[in-house]
T-cell receptor
Framework: GAGVSQSPRYKVAKRGQDVALRCDPI?????LFWYQQALGQGPEFLTY????????KSGLPSDRFFAERPEGSVSTLKIQRTQQEDSAVYLC??????????????FGPGTRLTVL | SQQGEEDPQALSIQEGENATMNCSYK?????LQWYRQNSGRGLVHLIL?????REKHSGRLRVTLDTSKKSSSLLITASRAADTASYFC??????????FGGGTRVLVKP
């Protein structure tokens, strides 16, 4: 595909369940980002990968959140023991160059997580 | 936490009118970007303005940047119903992440 894809598009979890959200970036893109967007708010940065290296995870709200990109392409965001406050849209973005340059981030459609 | 604020939070205009929205931010930046988000869809990049630029145009879009006031504006001229969306400014400082504002929800009535 031409763009960033994410799966599932919608996920409903019971409080306490673990969830895994997948991101397929644009092929060849070096940089990959995860953002969390609460209802009616702008996206907030969670974490950043350059190839397989997680260079910034300062935005992860708690140790229940974990992200990986083991082969430098597909990434998974895992949330353990989900809480109601985790309900949000989780956006993935990728870019073709190192993030420090003036390059555009391409966003996927997001995964809407609802925790009951 | 969000970098700054967008003003207004919501805007309703008639098709053909211009729409102006503003963004303020708090820290020094390398560039500022504007994104559009339609209901149920992802963010789409509209335009990027670098910190040493003051104004930029792209089609019906005009962006200004005033680094002394830490503010930017986005003007959409001759609006269309398809411009109905939420618009977000995002700043990029040294480093990697984008920091987004809270967004302006624009409704263009036909």
């Amino acid at each position: 595909g031409a763009g960033v894809s994410q799966s599932p598009r919608y996920k409903v979890a019971k409080r306490g369940q673990d969830v895994a959200l997948r991101c397929d970036p644009i092929s060849g893109h070096v940089s990959l980002f995860w953002y969390q967007q609460a209802l009616g708010q702008g996206p907030e940065f969670l974490t950043y990968f350059q190839n397989e290296a997680q260079l910034d995870k300062s935005g992860l709200p708690s140790d229940r959140f974990f992200a990986e990109r083991p082969e430098g392409s597909v990434s998974t965001l895992k949330i353990q023991r989900t809480q109601q406050e985790d309900s949000a849209v989780y956006l993935c973005a990728s870019s073709s160059q190192l993030a420090d340059s003036y390059n555009e981030q391409f966003f996927g459609p997001g995964t809407r997580l609802t925790v009951l | 936490s969000q970098q700054g604020e967008e003003d207004p939070q919501a805007l309703s205009i008639q098709e053909g009118e211009n729409a102006t929205m503003n963004c303020s931010y708090k820290t020094s930046i390398n560039n500022l970007q504007w994104y559009r988000q339609n209901s149920g869809r992802g963010l789409v990049h509209l335009i990027l303005i670098r910190s040493n630029e003051r104004e930029k145009h792209s089609g019906r879009l005009r962006v200004t940047l005033d680094t002394s006031k830490k503010s930017s504006s986005l003007l959409i001229t001759a609006s269309r119903a398809a411009d109905t969306a939420s618009y977000f400014c995002a700043t990029k400082a040294a480093g990697n992440k984008l920091t987004f504002g809270g967004g302006t929800r624009v409704l263009v009535k036909p």
